[in-house]
């Protein structure tokens, strides 16, 4: 039997019988920049594992700002609580890169996890990277440098989209990360300067990845290391 092919990493990390058995549960969706996945304390209907594209985690601070907790990109999937049992959640789910993904009803995620343990466990190992990836950052935000966590904040952009282009604004990054717009204008154009990235209306490209992680802090290794583990077996 041939295995599909999948660029959602979850999905390709299944056994070939357990992907088999959940491909008809899936249909291909495209994700447009902007669009609301998930309203905050709304019924959860569907997850999305995503093939491509980013989609941001986004808490309320109050009636107004937000801040993202964690993004996801062709790693995971948008839709945990429903892997928790919950019906809802207070988060956000909005697409910032545009792409497409493979969205299945929430009844039918919960019935593939009670049916399939193989899938129920690799999607718990995903959870735990998720609590890795929000706590790492939550701790960065306290300890670490503007710099330092935009460096990260990008590294996990190109891990996640699978591409070192990432087209967002200056505007769009600084609500994502919790910041001045000037200041992040400010942190780009030092990382510019010492050639790690690059530059251009919309959008900002990964010039020198080595050189982006020696600035990064160890929040981006940890986190990654949390993801890379999902598929071992």
Not at 5 to 18: D, K, T
Not at 50 to 57: A, F, M, N, Q, T
Not at 132 to 149: D, E, I, M, P, W
Not at 199 to 219: M, N, V, Y
Request: some cysteine; hydrophobic content about 45%; charged content about 20%.
């Amino acid at each position: 039997m041939l295995q599909p092919s999948v660029s959602n990493r979850l999905l390709a990390a299944l056994l070939p019988e357990e992907l088999q058995w959940i491909l008809p549960l899936l249909e291909p969706v495209d994700l447009k920049q902007g669009q609301v996945l998930h309203w905050r304390a709304l019924p959860i209907t569907h997850v999305y594992f995503v093939e491509h594209g980013l989609i941001s985690v986004l808490a309320h601070t109050d009636e107004e700002e937000v801040v993202e907790v964690w993004l996801i990109g062709q790693e995971g999937l948008a839709g945990m609580s429903v892997l928790l049992g919950a019906e809802s959640s207070p988060h956000r789910r909005v697409v910032q890169v545009a792409g497409t993904a493979l969205r299945m009803r929430a009844e039918d995620l919960r019935t593939a996890m009670d049916q399939r343990p193989a899938i129920r466990r690799l999607l718990l190992k995903y959870v735990q990277a998720v609590l890795v990836q929000t706590s790492q950052s939550g701790a960065c935000a306290k300890r670490h440098t503007l710099q330092q966590r935009v460096a990260r904040w990008l590294l996990s952009a190109e891990y996640r989209l699978g591409a070192t282009e990432i087209p967002l604004t200056h505007a769009v990054l600084s609500r994502l990360i919790g910041v001045r717009r000037a200041s992040i204008t400010v942190c780009l154009g030092e990382l510019e300067e010492a050639a790690t990235i690059r530059q251009s209306r919309g959008s900002i490209t990964i010039a020198d990845q080595d050189k982006l992680e020696s600035l990064a802090c160890d929040c981006y290794r940890i986190i990654r290391m949390s993801y890379d583990s999902i598929g071992q077996r």
